[in-house]
């Protein structure tokens, strides 16, 4: 996706779901778990509770929970509050360098779906707020990440920007695999940066749109409204034949799998297709702007 497509980092899991259910947890990595182990170790050898180490960390008894089944990543304030409230050891300060979310630039609840993506042999994308993920320029890709909030330190940006970067590359080595694209028009006009650095985001489009497995298709400005009004969408088939959607908001995504569902998703895609530019039409429309900058 584009925004993040969920490429932004980021502390919420996403999970398949059936009923239209969500969970803001990550992915536990094995170094979460075993800090959290050792959080609930020292907690349990002080005889506190849950309750009693939130009180005394100025934390949710939940984010005590999470950090201790390695679902939330703890930040430094947590790290330093828990160390003194458990004896001053040092253990957590040590372990806590070693902490990572186990896909680095990833937003934890965008990592199922990017694994899905690498194995899916078609996959369709709606994007009505930025350029979708795959068909960023690097320059648009950083200028996206770096105005997020919150702000992230130079480190985590340039592991997001190479996680955007990297994934990209999947359309370059899957030449066989249907990539399909649909973007509002408004999209490619919305400025970043100077004319120089549009006129490579255009060029970057059609470049990456060139091949004969991609399909970019524009909703033109006087299409009005139409299909997809709900929100950005991604949809893709499995090497199995079956179908999955995506869709994202603020700070969270989620992957759905119910069969209802997913057809509705995919009446959507199809109809707004039929309400787009051609693909030559959407082409000469890129050219155009390109020409305007």
């Not at 051609?278 to 900058?293: C, I």
Request: aromatic content about 6%; proline content about 4%.
């Amino acid at each position: 996706m584009g925004n993040v497509d969920g490429d932004a980092a980021g502390d919420s899991r996403m999970r398949v779901v059936e009923a239209g259910e969500w969970e803001r947890e990550p992915s536990p990595s094995d170094s979460l778990r075993t800090f959290g182990a050792v959080v609930q170790a020292l907690r349990e050898h002080a005889g506190l509770s849950r309750v009693d180490l939130s009180a005394r960390v100025q934390y949710s008894k939940h984010t005590v929970e999470s950090v201790e089944l390695g679902r939330r990543m703890p930040d430094e304030v947590f790290v330093e509050r828990a160390e003194e409230a458990l004896g001053n050891t040092g253990a957590l300060r040590k372990a806590a360098r070693h902490l990572t979310r186990g896909e680095a630039g990833l937003a934890a609840w965008f990592r199922r779906w990017a694994r899905l993506e690498r194995e899916a042999v078609s996959l369709c994308t709606y994007e009505c707020r930025l350029v979708p993920g795959l068909l960023q320029s690097e320059a648009y890709a950083r200028a996206v990440f770096e105005g997020t909030i919150p702000l992230r330190t130079d480190e985590e940006l340039e592991a997001q920007l190479a996680a955007r970067m990297e994934r990209q590359a999947m359309m370059r080595e899957r030449p066989t695999v249907p990539f399909s694209f649909i973007v509002e028009e408004h999209v490619f006009r919305r400025r970043f940066g100077d004319a120089e650095l549009m006129h490579e985001l255009v060029e970057h489009v059609l470049e990456r749109s060139a091949p004969r497995n991609v399909t970019l298709q524009v909703v033109p400005l006087e299409a009005g409204l139409h299909a997809c009004l709900d929100g950005p969408v991604q949809v893709l088939e499995t090497p199995e034949g079956r179908r999955l959607g995506y869709s994202e908001g603020q700070k969270n995504g989620r992957l759905i799998s119910d069969p209802k569902e997913v057809s509705v998703l995919c009446q959507r895609y199809e109809t707004l297709r039929s309400q787009s530019l051609s693909p030559n039409e959407s082409r000469d429309l890129l050219e155009r702007l390109r020409g305007e900058l």
